[in-house]
């Protein structure tokens, strides 16, 4: 069977290799905060003769305490392939807010290649609470 880990503050700080989590508050203003880093590793995949890394720059949860309408989650996402020659990126970035009405999500997604974009989009959606 899958166990789902409970997060106590002994493992609090520990996931994916490189990877660190911090909570903060609740400050003077009740604002409360979680985030995620996790820098990216190379890994070497043999049989392909490339390099992957991916991680996460920042990922960041936080509201201010009592007040679900203040919710803001936010990611900063990316990945990358390389080889002799060859080399391409994908990041990804996301802004999620809510309040007693709508979800309002702003998406971006940027390729590149060999450091120059090669494909980008961005999209906000206004998502009706209707089914929350």
Known sequence: PFTVPLVTDANRSRGPSGASFGHTGPDEQGRVAM???WDPAPVLIEDAGTVHE???REWRM???AGDPASCVWTGDHIASWRRDGWGVSVEA???LRADAQIF???ESLVARE????IFET???S???RDLV
């Open 35 to 37: 985030t995620k880093r």
């Open 93 to 95: 970035r996301f802004e």
């Open 114 to 117: 060999a450091g120059e974009t």
């Open 126 to 128: 206004i998502i009706p």
């Open 104 to 106: 309002r999500l702003r």
């Open 62 to 64: 936080e509201m201010d």
């Open 122 to 124: 961005a999209s906000v």
């Open 54 to 56: 991916v991680g996460w």
